[in-house]
């Protein structure tokens, strides 16, 4: 028998993990049917994925369904049916687990897979899938099966991997599945650090850990950060590679937080689900957050200035309005994080907060992802407008390309962050242009305060010109901050001239143009950048601020 397992990814760069963990535990009982795994993208056409299943010939194949892909599946097997009504479908994952009645009254599922995948694939090709059809079949709990055999390092070709050292979540929190019974099970951590080089070593820059609090034991976080920074020391992890970590911060001890701030600067990040500041609101979805301790210990990350920071808001939650979402923005922006994610809620099935729609007046799409329109608290209206704001934060904070206008703009205004971010995210949007350039942006930018607030136009353009030169390696300028200056000339000569030494060996970075600088009027100085020299965490190459008058030939 032959057998397809498929999955459709939201992008390219993910791998997926469900399916090679099947693929895994048919291997484990040397099954003697053909299993195959076949990966695809939401971004294929459908016919494009239909095709490639199809050309397998199976007699059956399984899907691994999510929110951002239950929609495709369901034509992409619809499809498979009616081609070959003989052919066995059967669906797993969330999308499956919590929708189970609607979908085996689907002409085109066969049977549908709750619990743990693994075991429920391991029975059902050993009873050669002749459970009756219209059936759920559930997973019990089984043990640890790796997932990385041959054939799924051949099939990475560098995309993102995926790492689970533990499975399940100590909480509930009312948005999400991972926690519906607390518990957590920690696999060998032998099998997962030989697991951690394996995966470093695959030709991937980033290994994700999904486990859904990484430090819900902070002991054995304490061991994995260590283990990690000393196989990089011994040169046993690549120098690029990038471990990435789902945290709940306030349980971070002060001595992890003091060692973490020794490891390898850029060596691993951190995203910290906040989703609100406002007490009523955590209390109403089950978080249980020491939250005095998680800003402190959110803030203590960031001073250590080695481990990129990603915290994440959610709109929509109960009991938060526009305003309480204002101000938990505000707090947010104030520890200084490096991406701020402004999400959405949506009303997961299975989740608390989905079964207590009534509750709170939730109304919602009636199709993935199930994104909330409007509560008791917040109207469609008003998560419109925050919309607004979500595309300022996107490309004016989490792009990393305006590290000093923004807070030089939010000082000199007087507003507050969130503020800043929704008025211009308004009139961007009110102006009518959809997706400007990074340059029209920035031109953008700079008109809407110097016209609206007054903002002294030589002092925002040298800023602008600074985060310009400081984060794009190509030294160029834009249009909009161009000024004629013979003394650009001079500057380049001194350059080649070794008239100045900033950088280590400068003189053979600049003959090969891998300084980047530009006059900054305002102050009378040269910004000067080394493109050989890029911060990890923030994205920012090195740079210093030189005196004009250094560069220019004192006359005899």
Known sequence: MKIV????????????????????????????????????????HIEDIVAMVNAENPDVVGFSTYIWNVEYVRKVAS???????????????????????SLLKEDYVDWVVKGEGESAFMQMLSENFTTP??????????????????????????????????????????????GRDENVRFFDMEESKKNIVLLANSGTKTVKFVDRTFNCNDKRAREIFEFIAGEKEKGNIPADVVFHCEVETDLFTQSTLDYMKTLPKGLFQFEAGLQSFNVETLKAVNRRTNMPKLVHNLKEIVAGGNIHLHIDLIAGLPHEDFDSFAKSFNQAYDINANVIQLGFLKLLKGSTLEKEKEKYNYRSWDYAPYQVVSCDSISYNDLLELKKCEDAVERLL????????????????????????YKFGSYIFDSGIKSPSLEKYSSLLFDYFTQNYNIDKSSLRDVMVKDRIITDNTGRLFGFTHIPDTKFKTITTALRQQTVNVFENQSEKAAKGKIGFAILYSTDQVILADYTDQDPVTGIYNHKLIDLQNFIPTEK
Request: glycine share 6%; charged share 15%; with cysteine.
């Open 79 to 101: 499809t498979l049916k009616l081609i070959n009504p003989e052919i066995k479908i059967w669906l797993g994952g969330p999308e499956a687990s919590f929708d189970s009645d």
């Open 398 to 421: 989490n792009s990393g390309k305006f590290p000093f206008a923004v807070p030089y703009l939010i000082n000199a205004t007087g507003i507050l962050p969130f503020d800043f971010f």
């Open 133 to 178: 059809a219209k059936t759920v079949v559930t997973g019990p709990c089984c043990e640890y099966i790796n997932p990385y055999t041959p054939e799924y390092l051949a099939a990475l070709n560098g995309r993102i991997v995926y790492l689970e050292t533990s499975r399940g979540c100590p909480f509930s929190c009312g948005f999400c599945l991972s």
């Open 5 to 44: 397992l498929c999955s459709i990814n939201s992008k390219y760069i993910h791998s997926s993990l469900g399916v090679w963990y099947l693929f895994a535990a048919a291997k484990k009982i040397n099954t003697q049917h053909t299993v195959k795994v076949v990966e695809s993208t939401i971004n294929n």
